[in-house]
């Protein structure tokens, strides 16, 4: 059975199952696996074949192992991806000799992030059923995680949902992507204030949890969960093998955030995916761009962009990173995150750790303007729209690429529908909707107006659970 690590070292070893319910471990580190499964090129050659769901299963199953019983795995994948909107679940995209964009946007919401929580909504549901136990899951969100975790929760009966935005501060598709779901157990909460208020309510809840009546306690969907992890190393694996890997290398360039779904990619090439360049894509809220070329971690102010989902202060997996580049020592990386997240100084790595992560990491920082030029230049050359975050993958692979007989891949994060600020700046008309979302405009919405006041919220939410 597969065991599981904090990075900082003096915290329990647990099972998938419980990393699964915990979230942050006791020391304030990620879990990690133990040991990471290794195949050999002649191993990941004999899935070249396989559909995307047996592939997932394959490459997902010894994470899960003990936990999670194969065919109960194998009806929990199949379920998931039928919910897709294109057979390919994840299609590879064209858009210059050896150039290509992953659709990973086929989902009920329309980005990469529904892979991780359709999966992580019915594996909770059913390791829930056996404990005999219920959940209430919250979480803030500016706009694409919420409706994800939304969509992944809809169908669970041991679990209730409740979802904070900023009232009237995220675009009308995602509002409504969140609020016209049908489900008992979902609450979507309209906070009359900005999404830091509304973060700040949900780290304040999962601090002190008596708010919640009978047995019930949190859990966390964001994107430290190891779940959510493990499901996008899946599309690595399938997008390599559909361009002649493993015998020849990829690159892959991501649209970076937190830092989950490169680290993805990253752990598919610990497993023995040829991957010959990772490139950490951020838009001005570059952390890690700055670390990465100068050696000088400093937070900064958050800023509000075009690329919302990419807009954070601080990349919580880079952790995970870090840990290896420490060589597992919790200790040292105690040390280390301790100076990191004390944010008065400039950190600096040691220059042989860094040097390690330049070897396989290139990173670059993209403004507006290049992601709005970007998405214009790549139009023009395919007719292909691309959604801005992409867009900033598709220029930093540009910038970085390393060698041109690779095959470089772009992780294409979401549907251009999702961004209209940016698709106008660029100056396109709207895509319609896919199918299966054309009449979002006209479903019903059901969501609660509440003030920013943590007690009435905690009042609201232990109502609503123990009915
Ligand atoms: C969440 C998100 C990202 C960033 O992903 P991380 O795993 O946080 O790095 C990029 N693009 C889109 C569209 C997203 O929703």
């Known amino acids: 059975m597969m065991k599981y690590i904090s990075t900082r070292g003096n915290a329990p070893e647990l099972s998938f199952e419980e990393v699964l319910l915990t979230g942050l471990a006791e020391d304030g580190g990620l879990y990690v696996p133990k040991e990471v499964p290794h195949y050999s090129l002649e191993e990941i050659a004999s899935w070249r074949d396989l559909p995307y769901t047996e592939l997932a299963h394959k490459v997902i199953y010894p994470f899960v192992e003990g936990c999670v019983e194969s065919a109960d795995l194998k009806k929990i994948l199949d379920e998931v991806y039928s919910g897709f909107g294109h057979k390919a679940v994840a299609p590879l995209q064209q858009i210059d000799h050896n150039e290509y ?18 999966t992580l909504g019915r594996l909770l549901d059913y390791v829930l059923e056996r404990r005999h136990e219920k959940v209430v899951i919250m979480g803030a969100t500016s706009g694409d995680t919420g ?19 900023p009232h009237e501060k995220v675009s009308e598709v995602q509002r409504r992507q969140m609020t016209t779901v049908k489900g008992d157990n979902i609450y979507n909460i309209a906070i009359k204030g900005n999404f830091d208020d509304a973060q700040d309510m949900v780290k304040k809840s999962f601090g002190d949890q008596s708010f919640l009546r009978g047995e019930r306690k949190l859990v966390a969907v ?9 499901s996008q190393i899946v599309y690595y694996f399938y997008s390599a093998l559909n361009l002649g890997g493993p015998l020849r ?39 890690l761009h700055r670390l990465m070329s100068k050696n000088q971690y400093e937070v900064r102010p958050l800023l509000h962009t075009i690329t919302p989902s990419m807009d954070i202060a601080v990349s919580s997996n880079f952790e995970r990173l870090l840990f290896d580049l420490y060589d597992r020592d919790g200790k040292a990386l105690a040390d280390l995150m301790a100076r ?25 920082a993209c403004d507006e303007a290049s992601t709005v030029e970007t998405m214009k230049a790549v139009y023009e050359e395919t007719g292909y729209l691309l959604d801005p975050h992409t867009a900033i993958g598709v220029k930093a692979a540009r910038e970085t690429r390393r060698n041109t007989s690779i095959p470089m891949i772009t992780l294409g994060t979401a549907h251009p529908v999702k961004f209209e600020d940016a698709v106008k700046q660029a100056g396109f008309d709207m895509p319609e909707l896919p199918h299966h979302l054309t009449d979002l405009m006209e479903r019903e919405e059901r969501l609660h107006v509440l003030p920013a006041d943590l007690d009435v919220v905690h009042e609201f939410i232990a109502e609503n659970t123990f009915k």
């Open 340 to 364: 990191m997240n004390a944010k008065q100084d400039i950190v600096s790595l040691d220059e042989e750790k860094l040097g390690k992560a330049r070897q396989l990491f290139d990173s670059y």
């Open 222 to 230: 964001n994107s430290i969960n190891w779940a959510r992890i493990m």
């Open 249 to 287: 290398p990829m690159a892959y360039s991501v649209p970076t955030g937190n830092f989950g779904d490169i680290f993805a990619g990253y752990m598919a090439k610990k497993m023995g995916l040829p991957i010959e360049q990772l490139v950490i894509a951020t838009n001005s809220n570059d952390v």
């Open 147 to 165: 409706s994800a975790a939304i969509e992944g929760t809809k169908a669970c009966r041991n679990v209730d949902i409740f979802i904070l935005h």
């Open 101 to 118: 964009v992953l659709e990973l946007f086929h989902g009920p919401t329309l980005a990469f992030k529904d892979f991780a929580l359709q």
